[in-house]
């Protein structure tokens, strides 16, 4: 792989979020309670077949990779989603951050419940320990939040822009994509995304807002 991008979970397990990561040097994994992304180096068979020896869970798990591959036996391939990925190529973006919540441990409850009614990608107990979540509240009840997941640096992928149904139309995402689009590049990163091929509105949404597209990429949910 010519690019850290084409690789996002390994080299994210490899650099920024190093601290999250399980694994050797071909392949890594996250606790599920984290997230379900698996990642092997090459993409061999010796590789996944070692990912499935050391691998302490049986998933079902997410692996990441742009071209159309066959998963070897004995892994099951239930789903490949395809998708795309996109970098951030404009400047900050105003918005008033002044009313985003910081999201803590007292907050996995809903922030769970959101994520379950809103469907915007895995999230698990322990995924907020990506860090740097923020969320929005009518009164004590969380109706929008976002937050960063793959850390290959020097990109930072802007995760999790969900918001509740009945909110809808009140300029949350923007705001809170704004605040972490504002946020990685202030720490001298990139943001970078990735979103189902068929959420034209989704796509849409987020060319407008500064984003292009780099690659195709495929998710694949397999389990042993």
Not at 19 to 42: D, H, M, R, T
Not at 106 to 116: F, G, P, R
Not at 163 to 168: A, I
Request: glycine share 6%; net charge negative.
């Amino acid at each position: 792989m010519d690019h850290v991008l084409d690789n996002p979970v390994f080299n994210g397990l490899s650099t920024g979020n190093k601290n999250l990561g399980n694994g050797n040097a071909q392949i890594k994994y996250f606790s599920k309670e984290v997230a379900p992304f698996v990642a092997v180096k090459n993409a061999t068979a010796d590789e996944f077949q070692e990912l499935y020896d050391l691998l302490p869970h049986d998933g079902p798990s997410v692996f990441v990779w742009p071209a159309k591959i066959t998963i070897p036996a004995p892994w099951q391939t239930l789903d490949i989603i395809p998708g795309y990925q996109m970098t951030y190529i404009a400047d900050n973006i105003a918005v008033d951050h002044s009313s985003l919540v910081v999201l803590t441990d007292e907050h996995v409850s809903q922030m769970l419940e959101l994520t379950k009614l809103t469907n915007p990608g895995p999230f698990a107990p322990r995924t907020i320990d990506f860090g740097h979540y923020r969320g929005i509240f009518d009164d004590d009840k969380l109706v929008a939040m976002a937050g960063q997941r793959m850390n290959p640096l020097p990109y930072a992928e802007v995760s999790a822009v969900c918001t509740h149904p009945d909110y809808v139309g009140k300029g949350y995402a923007r705001q809170l994509m704004g605040f972490q689009i504002n946020r990685i590049k202030a720490e001298g990163n990139i943001p970078f995304l990735h979103v189902r091929a068929d959420n034209t509105r989704a796509i849409e949404i987020y060319h407008k807002m500064g984003f292009e597209t780099r690659s195709e990429m495929n998710f694949y949910i397999i389990k042993k």
